[in-house]
């Protein structure tokens, strides 16, 4: 068995045996965001007519679920809005009603990452289906850029370095004149096309190969770890990364690809990541 095998058996071992965060990641943990979605939409479905309905409407052309030609600025709950909550009911395991329930409202208002979780042609995020490093790129340069915090910048090495150990990827700091991967803290509209909007719960966004752009959002509070209302740099960082490699959202509610982060929460990678990322490079057998 090489040492890469070797690795990737250690790591099924432990995630076997270790707890998967430091606090659960529960559906439940966050109370409504009224600045996005008024509580007063509970229970609300097609055929209403109410304040807030575009805001949800807006929520589900954002990330995937409602075509990009389909107007968000009415208030009226049609066809298609009823179609793409269906979506998101399904891509989340939730009761697929087309009815804006708590249980749907609850997890919308979670703070996430601001990568789609379906991607459509229009989307720059991802512009491919499958996109990923051709196999001379497996040695990915990186640099932090602009004013990023000293003191988080060992975190995100650690983030790189994690997967590493379950891939065939290795990451090299070097200068940002010459890097595939340049990783920053951003406020508000930073030239990407995708601004960081004040109250959208939006913590991050990350390109897909081979762009390599990763964004923090610097509005929010960060820490190295788990604290209450600050959100770890690192469990952001590893999902980030896991969009710079390829990887879209999972569905799988303890995966670090899952979309959502609450605050005061450390996770790692679970075999669902590790499984996504072989799968996506065929196991590296190009590596």
Same mark, same amino acid.
């Given at each position: 068995m090489?040492?890469? #095998?070797? /690795?990737?058996?250690?790591?099924? /071992?432990?995630?076997?045996?270790? %707890?998967?965060?430091?606090?659960?990641?529960?559906?439940?943990?966050h109370k409504?965001?009224?600045?996005?979605? %008024?509580?007063?939409?509970?229970? #609300?479905?097609?055929?209403?007519?109410?304040?807030?309905?575009h805001n949800v409407?807006?929520?589900?052309?954002?990330?995937?679920?409602?075509?990009?030609? +389909?107007?968000t600025k009415g208030n009226a709950f049609d =066809?298609?809005?009823? *179609?793409?909550?269906k979506s998101y009911q399904k891509f989340f395991n939730l009761n697929v009603s087309?009815?804006? =329930?708590?249980?749907?409202?609850?997890?919308?208002s979670q %703070?996430?990452?601001?990568? %789609? =979780? +379906? *991607?459509?042609?229009d989307y720059t995020f991802f512009r491919e289906s499958k996109p990923k490093w051709r196999a001379s790129k497996y040695n990915l340069k990186y640099a932090f850029v602009g004013n990023f915090p000293e003191q988080y910048k060992a975190t995100v090495r650690e983030? $790189?370095?994690?997967?590493?150990?379950?891939?065939?990827?290795? *990451?090299? &700091?070097?200068?940002?004149?010459? $890097?595939? !991967?340049?990783?920053?803290? &951003? !406020?508000g509209d930073h030239g990407d096309g995708y601004p960081f909007v004040e109250g959208?719960?939006?913590?991050?966004?990350? *390109?897909?190969? &081979? =762009?390599?752009?990763?964004h923090f959002n610097t509005r929010h509070a960060w820490a190295d770890g788990a604290y209450p209302y600050k959100y770890d740099v690192g469990t952001v960082a590893l999902h980030e990364l896991g969009h710079v490699l390829g990887l879209g959202h999972s569905a799988f509610r303890y995966a670090v690809m899952w979309p959502h982060t609450p605050p005061n929460f450390v996770t790692g990678l679970d075999n669902d990541d590790v499984n996504g990322i072989m799968a996506l490079y065929n196991g590296f057998a190009d590596a």
């Open positions: 090489d040492l890469k #095998s070797c /690795l990737q058996l250690m790591f099924i /071992l432990v995630a076997a045996i270790a %707890p998967h965060a430091i606090m659960a990641r529960h559906l439940h943990t409504f965001s009224s600045s996005i979605f %008024p509580q007063h939409l509970v229970g #609300s479905g097609k055929g209403h007519n109410m304040e807030g309905i409407r807006a929520f589900l052309q954002r990330y995937g679920y409602l075509s990009t030609n +389909v107007d =066809d298609n809005l009823e *179609f793409a909550l087309g009815i804006l =329930d708590v249980e749907t409202l609850e997890l919308m %703070p996430r990452c601001g990568v %789609p =979780d +379906v *991607f459509r042609i983030a $790189t370095n994690t997967w590493s150990s379950v891939t065939g990827f290795t *990451f090299t &700091e070097g200068s940002v004149d010459n $890097t595939d !991967v340049k990783i920053s803290f &951003e !406020v959208s719960g939006v913590l991050a966004h990350a *390109f897909a190969p &081979e =762009d390599g752009r990763l």
